[in-house]
């Protein structure tokens, strides 16, 4: 089975803090995803990674960076937490196009920034 | 762009009904198309997927979905609702090709099932 590992399942950070999310996978997928999660507002991408120190940004990047230097290992970087980045943000890899493009999820982590 | 309307942002259904989450996309490229569900504290888990070939696609716990291009629609149903089945549904498309690692996401349904 994938495995997509998020290293907190609920964060609390104080606003201007930095935030570390840390999402790890044991499959070999070349591609992996961090997503934030609001109601009403389904899954917004925020950054995607197609291969190590590869990145590419998705459709919410402000506020946020990513570092992906081994291929299981994909960050999250609040560089300075602002109390409307309070969500659940969820990791996913997956395989490259044409083997499938399914994503695997992580089980989320929710940040509240106080 | 690529974008996904889900109509219904709650469907409530009794234990044994039919269960009938729709989903429009819009893609102007042929799509590739996903349902995920995800149970509470949880992550998202796969429920079917259509890329080519059969339209009506079968999927896990007994949920199918049916990929119609004249409507640009991918339903999800069942026909016997379980308890087991309350979660939150995500409808997702991507293209076909080299830019396909990308998924769009519709807002969601939440769907509850009554005794």
């Known amino acids: 089975d994938v495995k997509v590992t998020q290293s907190s399942r609920y964060l609390v950070k104080r606003t201007g803090e930095k935030v570390f999310l840390e999402c790890v996978q044991d499959?070999?997928?070349?591609?992996m995803f961090w997503y934030r999660q609001d109601p009403g507002l389904g899954l917004r991408l925020i950054y995607f990674s197609y291969d190590v120190k590869m990145k590419e940004k998705g459709d919410i990047p402000e506020g946020y960076s990513v570092s992906r230097e081994k291929k299981e290992r994909f960050s999250l970087i609040l560089e300075s937490a602002s109390t409307n980045q309070t969500s659940m943000y969820l990791c996913?890899?997956?395989?490259?196009?044409?083997?499938?493009?399914?994503?695997?999820f992580g089980a989320g982590t929710r940040l509240s920034v106080l | 762009a690529q974008s996904v309307t889900q109509l219904g942002s709650h469907v409530s259904v009794s234990e044994g009904a039919l269960v009938l989450l729709r989903c429009n996309y819009s893609?102007?490229?042929?799509?590739?198309l996903f349902w995920y569900v995800q149970y509470p504290n949880q992550g998202l888990q796969l429920l079917l997927k259509?890329?080519?070939?059969?339209?009506l696609v079968k999927g896990i716990n007994g949920f199918e979905a049916e990929f119609k291009k004249s409507e640009t629609s991918f339903h999800l149903t069942k026909p016997s609702a379980h308890m087991s089945d309350a979660a939150e549904y995500f409808c997702?498309?991507?293209?076909?090709?080299?830019?396909?690692?990308?998924?769009?996401f519709g807002q969601g349904t939440r769907l509850t099932i009554n005794p």
């Open positions: 259509y890329t080519t070939g059969a339209t």
């Open positions: 499959m070999d997928h070349e591609n």
């Open positions: 893609s102007s490229v042929p799509p590739y």
């Open positions: 997702a498309v991507s293209s076909q090709g080299s830019g396909a690692q990308k998924l769009v």
């Open positions: 996913a890899s997956s395989l490259p196009p044409g083997q499938g493009n399914i994503q695997y």
